[in-house]
């Protein structure tokens, strides 16, 4: 697995060791304010890739690809509560999908920076 992939898998086994209810919120209500936060995170980032600010540029991404760690940690909470513990295959499916995500992203700014 490469480096770069590794981090990911990193930041999503420490979203879901880190997941619980905060004060009490159910994790639906967290998972709809994680994907606010994404959202407003990922517009960070493109603000720093328009400004060709390396330095904002690697902290936006590195907030970007943990709050979409912590996105994936939520959507399977939310299914364990409402179906019971997630198979193998239902896992790596979320799984795939967030590394995908990730790639896409990286691959966004990768393509908009020059050299």
């Known amino acids: ?18 997941l619980r209810k ?42 970007v690809i943990e709050q979409r760690a912590q996105i994936t940690a939520l959507e399977l909470a939310v299914w364990e509560e409402r179906y019971g513990k997630p198979s193998t295959s239902m896992l790596e499916t979320y799984t795939t999908r967030y590394m995908t995500d990730c790639l896409r992203i990286i ?7 020059p050299g």
Do not use: Y
């Open 107 to 113: 691959t966004a700014i990768a393509h908009t920076i």
């Open 22 to 63: 905060n004060d009490g919120l159910p994790f639906a209500l967290q998972l709809e304010h994680a994907q606010a936060g994404f959202a407003t995170k990922k517009e960070l980032l493109k603000q720093a890739v328009r400004e060709k600010s390396m330095a904002n540029i690697e902290k936006t991404l590195t907030d």
């Open 1 to 18: 697995m490469p480096a770069q992939e590794e981090q990911w898998s990193v930041a999503l086994q420490k979203a879901r060791h880190a």
